[in-house]
């Protein structure tokens, strides 16, 4: 073989041997390069702060304003409490004080003998009625009294009869509260109470419109007076009633009997229950008007 051809022969076999070996090398190479980079300790990472922007916006100063704090307040339960029972009580206001009567220190005879205008009854006494709506029963026995005719308030007092019109018999509950006007628990007017009295023997006259010398005559007849009133001779004020029946009186609160006994010259004397006290013409006629001058005469 001619030289040159070995020359070309050998060079072409060293780059086929040299191509091969070289393609080896890599193929190897990369079989192990990704176990060698297993086998490397992991490089410390480092990490790149995250740049967070805020955008601040700018408030004016604002004064502060005191606002007021609203707390409902629980509204308190309304608590049942019971009413008291009335007791009956003839109490004396002290807008309307009675005047007390002083007995002359003279002999009541010669007194009532000495002239001027005014009259006494003596031989008259009086007792705390037992009921409390019973005041016309007390003063009816106090007068049937004097006139010698003893007489029970109970029995008295049970004779009534009982409707829903005072002229006609007795409203209500004896033992009800006083102050009211019918058909609650009242009383009764004269005309029944009158009848009662004649049931017992007595001479007894029902009256309205009596005038204060009808009063003054009677009483220096020696002859007391049964007197329907407002309270305990207080300034009282009329009311029309109207029955059951369509039948109209004249009524009134605190209605209230007493026993009209003397009189002076600007006074009236009443007994009322075991009392006796003395008014002026115009404070008992400001309590006798409202029940239209209402009396029992003998």
């Known amino acids: 073989m001619p030289k040159f051809l070995k020359f070309?022969?050998?060079?072409?076999?060293?780059?086929?041997v040299g191509f091969i070996i070289t393609s080896q090398s890599l193929l190897l190479f990369n079989l192990i390069k990704p176990i060698s980079v297993l086998l490397q300790p992991?490089?410390?990472?480092?990490?790149t702060?995250?740049?967070?922007?805020?955008t601040t916006?700018?408030?004016?100063?604002?004064?502060?304003?005191?606002?007021?704090?609203?707390?409902?307040t629980p509204t308190p339960t309304n608590t049942w409490t019971p009413t008291a029972t009335s007791t009956f009580t003839a109490t004396f206001p002290p807008t309307n004080t009675?005047?007390?009567?002083?007995?002359?220190?003279?002999?009541?005879?010669?007194?009532?003998?000495?002239?001027?205008?005014?009259?006494?009854?003596?031989?008259?006494?009086?007792?705390h009625q037992y009921m409390p709506l019973s005041c016309e029963a007390s003063a009816?026995?106090?007068?049937?009294?004097?006139?010698?005719?003893?007489?029970?308030?109970?029995?008295?007092?049970?004779?009534?009869?009982?409707?829903?019109?005072?002229?006609?018999?007795?409203?209500?509950?004896?033992?009800?509260?006083?102050?009211?006007i019918p058909p609650n628990s009242y009383g009764v007017h004269s005309e029944p109470v009158a009848t009662v009295l004649r049931s017992y023997g007595l001479s007894a006259h029902g009256h309205r419109w009596m005038t204060l010398d009808d009063l003054k005559n009677e009483i220096r007849n020696g002859d007391p007076v049964i007197v329907w009133v407002t309270g305990n001779v207080w300034t009282g004020y009329p009311i029309s009633y109207t029955d059951s029946s369509g039948i109209t009186t004249t009524v009134a609160k605190y209605e209230?009997?007493?026993?009209a006994i003397g009189y002076t010259e600007s006074t009236i004397v009443i007994q009322n229950g075991a009392g006796v006290y003395e008014y002026t013409y115009e404070k008992f006629l400001s309590a006798w008007n409202p029940l239209e001058n209402q009396g029992i005469t003998n």
């Open 49 to 54: 702060p995250e740049i967070i922007y805020v």
């Open 140 to 180: 009816a026995v106090d007068w049937a009294n004097y006139f010698g005719v003893s007489i029970d308030e109970y029995d008295f007092q049970a004779a009534y009869p009982i409707t829903d019109n005072p002229d006609t018999g007795f409203v209500g509950d004896v033992y009800g509260e006083w102050g009211q």
């Open 8 to 16: 070309v022969f050998s060079a072409l076999l060293i780059s086929v």
């Open 57 to 72: 916006t700018y408030t004016p100063f604002q004064p502060v304003t005191n606002t007021a704090t609203y707390t409902n």
């Open 98 to 127: 009675p005047i007390p009567y002083i007995p002359p220190t003279t002999d009541p005879e010669t007194d009532n003998d000495s002239g001027g205008d005014s009259y006494r009854i003596w031989n008259i006494s009086g007792h």
């Open 42 to 47: 992991a490089p410390e990472s480092t990490q």
């Open 256 to 259: 209230h009997v007493v026993l």
